[in-house]
């Protein structure tokens, strides 16, 4: 078990720019997460899907932001254009079952300049 | 909306002390799931510990146990054997039964002294 996959595992990009961090959650699970993790607001659910289905997309801050799940093995998280104050740690987990435990990526670090 | 509280920001314990994490939440459903998630400098979420809130027994996971008092709606984590590995920020979150989604304490950041 490789467990959750992400990457980049840090991006610094410039204001303006479009980024995209990428998943890949561990086979068989049928959920998958979207966090975002901040000093200020700590750990906020932006999306989650379920069978590669968006099911509650309430958390994304602003149009900005769009995530895609094409298949069930990967997942990107896209920020178009980037704003320094989207800099964050941004987390990808799946899970199994509905009262399964989430398993969580090493997080990409997202610094925009 | 549930809401979980760690009303701690940061603690700290000796190497080989016991030390507990408070977390209190609030929700309207009867069944729903508690975890305890470390994260350590390394940036990892681990997952430390669970509690099914249909379960009276309190749950445990080696140096690792919880206190689970449903009708306050508190659960809090004892450390004992403090080790210098435990150092990280401690989280504590909410998911109601059949619900895919984690509410998350703001945390409390463990600091083990040697």
């Known amino acids: 078990d490789a467990g959750v996959i992400q990457s980049p595992r840090h991006e610094v990009t410039e204001m303006g720019q479009e980024v995209t961090l990428r998943c890949k959650p561990i086979?068989?699970?049928?959920?998958l997460f979207w966090y975002r993790q901040t000093m200020m607001r700590g750990l906020e659910l932006l999306i989650y899907?379920?069978?590669?289905?968006?099911?509650?997309d309430s958390g994304m801050p602003e149009d900005r932001f769009s995530a895609k799940m094409p298949n069930a093995s990967f997942s990107t998280l896209k920020i178009q254009p980037s704003e320094p104050r989207d800099s964050a740690v941004y987390f990808c987990?799946?899970?199994?079952?509905?009262?399964?435990?989430?398993?969580f990526g090493n997080g990409t670090r997202l610094t925009v300049t | 909306a549930q809401t979980v509280t760690q009303s701690q920001p940061e603690m700290s314990v000796q190497e080989a002390e016991t030390v507990t994490l408070s977390c209190t939440y609030d929700?309207?459903?009867?069944?729903?799931?508690l975890f305890w998630y470390k994260q350590p400098p390394s940036r990892q979420m681990i997952l430390v510990i669970r509690?099914?809130?249909?379960?009276?027994q309190n749950a445990t996971e080696n140096r690792f146990s919880v206190n689970f008092q449903k009708a306050a709606k508190s659960f809090s984590l004892k450390i004992s054997d403090s080790q210098l590995g435990d150092t990280a920020m401690y989280f504590c979150?909410?998911?109601?039964?059949?619900?895919?989604?984690?509410?998350f304490g703001k945390g409390t950041k463990l600091s083990v002294i040697p």
């Open positions: 987990a799946s899970s199994s079952r509905g009262d399964s435990p989430l398993h």
């Open positions: 086979s068989g699970h049928n959920s």
């Open positions: 899907f379920n069978n590669n289905v968006p099911i509650d």
């Open positions: 929700t309207s459903e009867n069944n729903y799931y």
């Open positions: 509690q099914e809130a249909y379960k009276q």
């Open positions: 979150a909410y998911s109601g039964a059949g619900s895919y989604q984690l509410t």
